[in-house]
C-alpha cells in the first residue's frame, strides 16, 4: 500500500523527477564573448522574451558572469560591501526555483513551482524562460547597521544586474533588472527565512522572433 502510494505521487508530481535535483552547472567559458566597449554600447533593457529555455551552458557561463567565483579566495565577479557577498541568486524557471551555488557552481533545487509569474508584475515576466530574483540575506549583514543595509544590498544587487545586462549583450541576449513587484509575497512563496529579503529581479531570454 505504501509503495502504491509513492508511486500515486510521483504520477502526480507537477515535474518530472529529473528536474527536481541539484544540478552541476558545466564549467563556464571565462573567456571570449563580445569586446567590452561593444557590449556597453548594446547594453540596454528588453522586454520582449521568446520562451525558448536557455541551454545550460550558457546558463552556466551567464551565473559565472553575474557572480561566479573569479578568484582563488572566492572573491567574485561583482563586489560587495566589506565582501559580505551577501546577495544570493535565485532561477525561477519553468520547471521549478533554484539557488546558484557559486562555490561549487551549482544550481540547488529549491521548490518545484514555477515562481516566474510571481517574480514580477508585468506580463512578460511569466512567460520569459528565466527570472533571476536577487535576496540579500542579512543574516551575512550582521555587523553592519540597520539602516545601512538595504542601500549596501542594493548597490550589490545593482552590480550583479549589470554583469548579467552586458553578458546579455554579449550573447545577444534580451534582459530588464525590474523593481516592479511584490517582495513580501515573493519572498513568503520562496518560503525564504525573515532575514532574507527579495531586492529585485531580472528576467533573461532570447528575443522573440
Ligand atoms: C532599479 C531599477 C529598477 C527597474 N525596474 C524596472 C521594472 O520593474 N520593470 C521594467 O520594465 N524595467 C525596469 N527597469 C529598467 C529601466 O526601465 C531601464 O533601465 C530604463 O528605462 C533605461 O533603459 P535601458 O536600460 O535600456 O538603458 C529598472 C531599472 C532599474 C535600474
Request: aromatic residues 10%; charged residues 20%.
Amino acid at each position: 500500500m505504501a509503495v502504491f502510494a509513492l508511486v500515486l505521487a510521483a504520477c502526480l508530481a507537477p515535474f518530472p523527477a529529473s528536474a527536481q535535483k541539484d544540478i552541476d552547472l558545466p564549467k563556464p567559458t571565462m573567456e571570449g564573448g563580445m569586446p567590452l566597449f561593444q557590449a556597453l554600447k548594446a547594453r540596454q533593457s528588453g522586454r520582449e522574451f521568446s520562451t525558448e529555455k536557455l541551454p545550460l551552458p550558457l546558463l552556466s557561463n551567464l551565473l559565472w558572469s553575474a557572480w561566479g567565483v573569479n578568484r582563488p579566495d572566492g572573491r567574485r565577479t561583482a563586489p560587495s560591501a566589506s565582501n559580505r557577498q551577501e546577495v544570493d541568486v535565485y532561477l525561477a524557471m519553468a520547471d521549478g526555483l533554484y539557488l546558484f551555488e557559486p562555490g561549487p557552481h551549482r544550481l540547488k533545487f529549491v521548490l518545484a513551482s514555477d515562481m516566474r509569474a510571481r517574480a514580477g508584475t508585468q506580463a512578460f515576466v511569466g512567460e520569459a524562460p528565466l527570472n533571476l530574483i536577487y535576496v540579500a540575506d542579512y543574516a551575512k549583514m550582521a555587523t553592519a547597521k540597520p539602516e545601512d543595509r538595504p542601500v549596501w544590498a542594493a548597490a550589490d544587487t545593482g552590480f550583479i544586474g549589470q554583469n548579467v545586462y552586458l553578458f546579455c549583450a554579449s550573447e545577444g541576449l534580451v534582459s530588464v533588472f525590474r523593481a516592479l513587484l511584490d517582495r513580501d509575497a515573493l519572498g513568503k512563496a520562496m518560503n525564504l527565512r525573515p532575514d532574507q529579503h527579495v531586492t529585485f529581479a531580472q528576467t533573461v531570454g532570447y528575443p522573440r522572433k
